[in-house]
């Protein structure tokens, strides 16, 4: 297959893995602009080790990664950010001594101008953390740290993001909240590319999803369709 | 024992507790961002003091004049170590940067040594009028040390707390993976690290050459007290480096009320193992 022409982020038949074992084995996926894309499926899929070679944290050994057009295989990090893509990890992704307000600049840090204007766009998608702007991250909820985690990665100005589980280990009414922002933050123009394992409250937001198993792609359709889909439901939405 | 000896042995103490806490930001930055114990700090103490020598003679300087070029020097052998060795190893386990540096050290003795010999110096020889407030006796270089020490600090604190540099250093501290992810070029604020780490290493050389005398083993001899000071405080938290500075240099100059001074390096480990035992963060909570 090749890229598909048009899309922002391509995963092209990708194998790769940490050290000398591959976890993927031929994963295919694209974003293409404006779309929010949901990665979902059963431990050990591969879901967030297909993303973080797309980010280039695992060492693609085979097939390329794409955005917007561009080979960007096993690109460094700030290059990638360089570029246009953002990236959220899924545990300790705020920096605990710094600020909510420090934290925020870290994410210009590429790209400092503008900064304030940024940082107040930020703050009106999530009003919390200009309350608690002087506090420092670590003394934060979980749910009030993935604000900053998410406000950070969008202070680089992204045309893609990239969240790994955001709602892992947040309460049902901070899950809700959190995919409202991404929601949100999708409707500013950003694509997004999420791996999560509350599937059915992410496919019910989603353009698209993919289901993952054993580092291979099952299934690909709508967010309705996959949440439709008998197979997929009994397999991986717990019925 | 009078009130007076205890005060000027206080003073004493926050002198060399001065000096120690320039060595010691230094080390906790680079621990808190390399991860490793830098075994080549005190060298690079004597590296700038050295330096600082080179001006006062070669240039006729005094020696206050003469820091800048004990920073240059221990700033170009600091970036130097590191990009031609420290930054080959830095994929590799920690205790063998740990290693590597114990092995610079040794090297950047030896230098020192077969450039400037063996024997003691010292920057201006006679003998300099004290300054006395009613009891205590207070040296001009020590003015300079604490004037010095107390701007250093101030700027150190302004540096980490509003330049972008400053606070991607704290957050390299805090979180190596995530500032890579967040596009901060990890090797750029590595080699400002060592930028600003040797020059208050430099700095700090240059003051302990002014309290006591100038000898190629004078920074190696620092390096356990800065140890000790940089854990007492909390590895890898810069301001917990000065606290423990302070505290370790007070507690050396004290403990010559009741001990010979030959066991003040035996006070600065004692404080080190007892902190490690109770209290391994350190006071300010810095890593295990």
Known sequence: MTIPAGSLLALDNVYGG????????????????????????????????SMKAAFGLVNVREGRVAFEGRDITN??????????????????????????????????????????????????????????????????????????????????????????????????????????????????????????QNAKQALAIAHRGYVLAMGENRFEDTGPNLLANREVAELFLGG | MYLADFLQLLVYGVISGSILALGAIGVSLIFGILRFAHFAHGDLMTVGAFCALAAVTGLGLPVIAAIPFAILGAVVVAVGIDQTIYRRLRRTAPVILLISSFGMAMALRAVIQIIWGTQDRVYQSGIQLPYRIGDIVLQPAHVWILAGTALLVAAVHLFLQK???????????????????????????????????????????????????????????????????????GIGKPYGAILGGLIIGVAQELSTLWLSPAYKPAVAFAIMVFMLIVRPQGLLGGRR
Request: glycine share 12%; charged share 20%.
């Open chain 2, 163 to 233: 330049t972008s540099l400053g606070k991607a250093m704290r957050a390299m501290s805090d979180n190596m993976d995530l500032a890579r992810v967040t596009g901060i070029n990890a090797e750029r604020v590595i080699i400002w690290t060592w930028v600003m780490g040797a020059g208050l290493a430099a700095v700090a050389g240059v003051f302990l050459a002014m309290d006591t005398r100038l000898h190629p083993t004078m920074g190696w001899h620092m390096m356990l007290p800065i140890f000790a000071a940089a854990i007492l405080g």
């Open chain 1, 18 to 49: 940490y050290g000398g074992v591959d976890i993927l084995r031929g994963v295919t996926m694209t974003v293409q602009p404006g779309e929010i894309v949901v990665i979902i499926g059963p431990n050990g899929a591969g879901k967030s080790t």
């Open chain 1, 75 to 196: 690109w460094r990090a700030d290059r990638l950010v360089k570029l246009g893509m953002g990236f959220v990890p899924q545990e300790h992704n705020v920096f605990p001594s710094l600020t909510v307000q420090e934290n925020l600049e870290m994410g210009a840090y590429l790209n400092p101008k503008g900064m304030r204007a940024r940082m107040d766009k930020i703050f009106g998608i999530f009003p919390r953390l200009a309350e608690r702007r002087r506090q420092a991250a670590g003394l934060m909820s979980g749910g009030e740290r993935q604000m900053v985690a998410m406000g950070r990665a969008l202070m680089a100005e992204p045309r893609m993001l990239l969240l790994d589980e955001p709602t892992a280990g947040l309460s049902p009414l901070f899950i809700e909240q959190t995919f409202e922002r991404v929601v949100e933050i999708n409707k500013l123009g950003i694509g997004i590319l999420m791996v999560e």
